[in-house]
């Protein structure tokens, strides 16, 4: 080996090693299921309200958010990523995390008391930030970035908003800032798995 | 060219595949062989060879599980492989200081 092929391997290391680090499987697939189940779930509940059966939003939220578990826990089961790194593992820690955190406020805190209706929507919102900042640091996708602030600026405005109105604000965004977002990351992945050297 | 010793090289990383499929491994916790087979751009028969290799050194471990009904074979490195790749990188940047 002579000097030329030694400085080719030593770059050859760093490339391998820098791609295999910051590679990442958001495969968008959870996101996208879960935006479509909440903003359904948003949208019939606040349906069932203005036509006077709001006792029956609780159990919309139940049957969807339950499903919405149901096929999170069966995808973990059987899809398991192709690899595994720092990056993926903070992925779904976090977002199962914030997954947990937004069901025990949504059921929990509404039925205790401790969480006016009107206020889960701008507090999801605030966690959905968190989940999406995290994201943007991890895949080093900027303009994820600014949909956590998105995410942050909707949630002010509902807390301003602090009436049922929050709803079909917060069935709009999550269209926008989650399923279009999960789209899009879909959209990286297949890329990703096509050419599994571009980041 | 110099008084290098070649034989400070290490005769498993020899090949370039072999390295680059460790210094994939050395950055995640565990990969499947698509994966590796993206990372390293070679045939898959080419891929178990090398990794096969990789494996009788005691650079790398596999482990073989069903998901679904399907085999799924993961692949991390171990100590004695991080030992060896860090070696190998050192011996690398002795020869580029010559």
């Given at each position: 080996m002579d000097q030329q092929s030694a400085i080719e391997e030593i770059a050859l290391i760093k490339r391998v090693i820098e791609e295999s680090r910051e590679f990442t499987c958001n495969s968008g697939k959870e996101i996208i299921t879960w935006g479509i189940l909440i903003s359904i779930a948003v949208f019939a509940s606040y349906g069932a309200i203005i036509a006077g059966y709001g006792h029956l939003a609780i159990w919309i939220w139940v049957v969807?958010?339950?499903?919405?578990?149901?096929?999170?826990?069966?995808?973990?089961?059987?899809?398991?990523?192709?690899?595994?790194?720092?990056?993926?593992?903070?992925?779904?820690?976090v977002w199962t995390s914030c997954g947990i955190a937004m069901t025990i406020l949504g059921f929990a805190g509404t039925i205790s008391g401790g969480l006016e209706d009107w206020a889960i929507a701008p507090v999801f919102a605030t966690i959905m930030g968190v989940s999406f900042a995290v994201t943007a640091l991890v895949q080093k996708l900027n303009w994820v970035l600014y949909v956590a602030v998105a995410w942050w600026v909707g949630s002010l405005l509902m807390f301003l908003v602090r009436g049922l109105e929050t709803m079909p604000i917060f069935g709009v965004m999550i269209i926008l800032f989650m399923v279009i977002p999960g789209m899009l990351f879909r959209k990286q992945w297949r890329d990703q798995q096509a050419h599994p050297d571009t980041k | 060219m110099t008084d290098f010793d070649y034989k400070q090289l290490n005769d498993t990383l020899q090949s370039?595949?072999?390295?680059?499929?460790?210094?994939?491994?050395?950055?995640?916790i565990e990969a499947d062989f698509n994966f590796l087979k993206g990372?390293?751009?070679?045939?898959?028969?080419?891929?178990?060879?090398?990794?096969?290799?990789?494996?009788?050194?005691?650079?790398?471990?596999?482990?073989?599980?069903?998901?679904?009904?399907?085999?799924?074979t993961k692949y991390r490195i171990t100590e004695k492989g991080k030992r060896a790749l860090e070696e190998h990188i050192n011996v690398l940047e002795k020869l580029i200081k010559k």
């Open positions: 969807i958010i339950g499903s919405g578990w149901i096929f999170s826990i069966v995808m973990g089961i059987r899809k398991r990523p192709s690899m595994e790194n720092l990056g993926v593992k903070i992925l779904s820690y | 370039r595949i072999r390295v680059a499929i460790i210094a994939a491994l050395v950055s995640v990372m390293v751009k070679t045939t898959d028969g080419n891929l178990s060879t090398h990794l096969r290799k990789l494996e009788d050194a005691g650079y790398v471990s596999m482990k073989k599980k069903f998901v679904d009904r399907k085999p799924q």
